[in-house]
């Protein structure tokens, strides 16, 4: 199955394997390949990352892998950042298509040199280099994006430094107009089948990142009610896993928006 080619790309972000391969079935051009989504992404295992490459292949959807070596913030220190640029090599020879990552400094501005070393390999690899949402954090966005830029990154996931993209919008427009098209921006964060259409008339993005999950039960997670191996939802043995339906939806909107 060919990807159709819309205008507006979709990419969805995902941390399994039947997630990478429902999302790219229903029409998204782009994963975002992660672990952990609970803990706000993690960097996939190199097995992952093998598996979605090889199976998206013949929906020539792409597969951006996240490189965050830990929950929290993002100022790194070198023992982390030397796992970080291992991940980077393993994942490029996975085949990965491009890696998010990003690196700040304590008070949010972008740390130029640990992202510029971090991205040489991905840049010589000819693969995109993108920043994620590390980038909401940051007390300047012109400034950063600027910096980035500068940095030779691909792309930026953010939310227009609000907590969803909706409440972003105005910024994310300024954002795109300042990048002139010398890095992609993606938003990112609350971005449903419901809201996409109003998202992209007002910040004229031409991409758009979302999760659109659902929740999957495990029964054998519940047989034991008193023990929980994690804090965050869904409890009970349940996981989360790309909505074939809302993936669906989303398409079904970008598709009416041309």
Do not use: W
């Not at 043995?237 to 669906?248: F, I, W």
């Amino acid at each position: 199955m060919e990807q159709s080619q819309n205008p507006v790309v979709l990419e969805v972000c995902v941390d399994s394997l039947s997630s990478a391969k429902l999302a790219a079935e229903h029409g998204a051009q782009r994963v975002e390949l992660n672990a952990a989504l609970e803990l706000g992404g993690l960097t996939p295992s190199i097995g992952l990352a093998e598996q979605a490459v090889a199976a998206l292949q013949p929906y020539r959807c792409r597969v951006i892998a996240m490189v965050r070596p830990r929950p929290g913030g993002f100022d790194y220190d070198t023992d982390a950042l030397a796992v970080m640029q291992q991940n980077i090599g393993r994942l490029l020879a996975a085949g990965v298509d491009g890696v998010a990552l990003g690196v700040l400094n304590s008070d949010g501005s972008i740390d130029e040199q640990a992202n510029r070393e971090l991205i040489q390999p991905v840049l010589q690899a000819k693969q995109e280099a993108v920043f994620h949402r590390a980038f909401d954090l940051t007390p300047d966005p012109i400034e950063a994006m600027d910096t980035l830029i500068g940095l030779g990154m691909t792309r930026v996931l953010t939310s227009g430094q609000a907590p969803s993209a909706m409440q972003g919008t105005a910024t994310i427009r300024k954002l795109i107009e300042h990048a002139e098209g010398r890095i992609q921006v993606l938003p990112g964060s609350g971005i449903t089948p419901d809201n996409v259409e109003q998202l992209i008339r007002e910040t004229g993005c031409d991409q758009v990142h979302a999760s659109l999950r659902r929740v999957i039960e495990d029964e054998s997670g519940a047989c034991n009610p008193a023990i929980q191996f994690s804090s965050s939802p869904p409890k009970n043995g349940g996981y989360h896993q790309a909505d074939p339906d809302k993936v669906a939806g989303m398409m079904k909107a970008l598709r009416m928006h041309v």
